[in-house]
């Protein structure tokens, strides 16, 4: 089954966006496309709308949510905004980056979105249709990717439907996401900045703006999404920095690296960030019960993409 005829994927028009803003002010959670990947949206200042995301994820209640405003002032009511904090939302939002900063005494968010932490993760996307459906309900919404705990996270209503089934009422089809891996995590703290989890905003571009993050030895904790060990997992053993497949596993190639389908096969790495879930999507259906994955250089979103190749081979 595919998404696009399964009775709970619509299409984005005006009549699916008001209806996805109505399901989720009742405390509904509702798939809805990012510039990242699908994320799995609801209510963030309820505890029952949040709670349906956990249900429907299966997800551990340790891990915190992305918080989701359609703009800084929207963000600046919920969390401590210094000046570096501004200079990165003025400069790549909206889009893939997303701000640990100190939750506002007050603010409208339900406990389990910060998992008991005195931070909060927040975005500002750029995708069109979450945007319009942030402005028609007028609500922050937290939306983790819209996927089972720890699997392939979603690029198309299609992977949606075919993770979470008929545990959420409503997709909306935005096509395939145009970014392809999550955004990038950043953590302000007050003797500088700690990578949580990188993406197609580099840390070189995030240095550029307020200097160099802080040596991450010793930050063992969980402060947002994407850094649990073992995350993005086909089901299967993967096999990193393969040129060759074995007979029992299903290759990924990148570059020279010919395989049952390619990253990008002109070694374009913003391609193989845009590809790496669907084909992950692959290898998890494909019969071979093991998988391999051609070597991805590190340099720029590379990094992104080898840290979900890493974890998803954890």
């Known amino acids: 089954m595919t998404g696009s005829n399964h009775p709970q994927v619509r299409p984005a028009d005006k009549r699916t966006v008001a209806d996805a803003a109505a399901r989720l002010a009742r405390g509904e959670p509702v798939a809805l496309p990012t510039e990242t990947v699908y994320g799995l949206a609801a209510r963030a200042d309820s505890p029952e709308a949040v709670a349906a995301i956990y249900r429907a994820k299966g997800r551990p209640d340790f891990n915190p949510l992305i918080v989701h405003v359609p703009d800084l002032a929207a963000a600046e009511r919920l969390a401590s905004f210094d000046e570096r904090a501004r200079r990165l939302a003025e400069a790549f939002w909206p889009g893939p980056l997303t701000l640990v900063l100190p939750l506002r005494e007050g603010a409208p968010v339900a406990p389990a979105v910060t998992a008991g932490l005195p931070t909060l993760a927040l975005r500002c996307p750029a995708h069109p249709i979450m945007r319009e459906v942030l402005l028609a309900c007028g609500l922050p919404l937290a939306a983790p990717s819209a996927n089972r705990s720890g699997a392939v996270s979603p690029t198309t209503a299609a992977h949606v439907v075919a993770g979470l089934g008929d545990r959420i009422g409503l997709v909306i089809d935005g096509g395939q996401t145009r970014a392809g891996i999550e955004s990038t995590i950043v953590a302000l703290r007050s003797g500088g900045w ?92 494909a019969p071979q019960p093991r998988v391999a994955v051609a070597p991805v250089p590190s340099e720029g979103i590379g990094a992104a993409i080898n840290d979900r190749l890493r974890r998803a081979a954890a």
Do not use: M
């Not at 030895?217 to 993967?238: C, D, N, T, W």
């Not at 596993?249 to 570059?255: M, N, R, T, V, Y």
């Open 194 to 285: 700690s990578l949580l989890r990188p993406g197609p905003v580099t840390v070189e571009a995030i240095a550029a703006l307020i200097g160099a993050p802080l040596d991450p030895s010793g930050e063992a904790r969980i402060e947002a999404p994407g850094q649990l060990a073992s995350h993005y997992a086909p089901g299967k053993p993967v096999r990193l920095g393969a040129t060759t497949a074995a007979a029992d596993e299903f290759l990924i190639g990148f570059g020279p690296v010919a395989g049952e389908v390619s990253l990008s096969p002109s070694g374009d790495l913003a391609e193989a960030a845009a590809q790496l879930y669907a084909c992950l999507h692959r290898a998890a259906a």
